[in-house]
């Protein structure tokens, strides 16, 4: 039988310094993949590669303003997280998003400080891609 992955301890950190604490978070990829199709032929065609969409949102509780200065600003970020079953993990690295929608997460009334954020992922020049993962034992 196979252990799911879970996570307990997720934060956003800024130049090492936690600046939020995750509370939930979706991801989404896209990868655009497009059949062909030709005439007089009732077959699929070739699959032709998209380009990767990555997208998501992700719900914190804020330790300070950093990350919320970030949405309004627009400025650019960047998000990991681990999951961990005990015996593997995996890494999810987006080493450059930009938040763009933020909301109040439902049924915190009384609490200012949770918001959910949406975000997409953008490919650095540097690696060449959105979303990193990795597993290891």
Not at 8 to 17: A, S
Not at 39 to 56: F, I, K
């Given at each position: ?23 939930a978070i979706n991801l989404s ?29 992700l719900t914190v509780f804020f ?75």
């Open positions: 039988a196979r252990t799911p992955f879970g996570h307990c301890r997720g934060t956003v950190t800024e130049g090492g310094q936690p600046i939020a604490y995750v509370t990829l896209n990868n655009n993949i497009t059949t062909q199709q030709y005439w007089g032929d009732c077959d699929t065609g070739d699959l032709t590669d998209g380009r990767a969409e990555v997208s998501g949102t330790v300070s303003d950093v990350l919320y200065n970030k949405f309004v600003s627009g400025a650019a970020s960047s998000l990991s997280f681990t999951l961990d079953n005990g015996t593997h993990t995996m890494t999810f690295d987006m080493p450059k998003i930009k938040y763009s929608s933020g909301e109040k997460a439902s049924g915190n009334s009384s609490d200012p400080r949770t918001i959910t954020l949406g975000f997409n992922a953008y490919a650095p020049s540097t690696t060449g891609s959105a979303l990193t993962i990795t597993r290891s034992a």
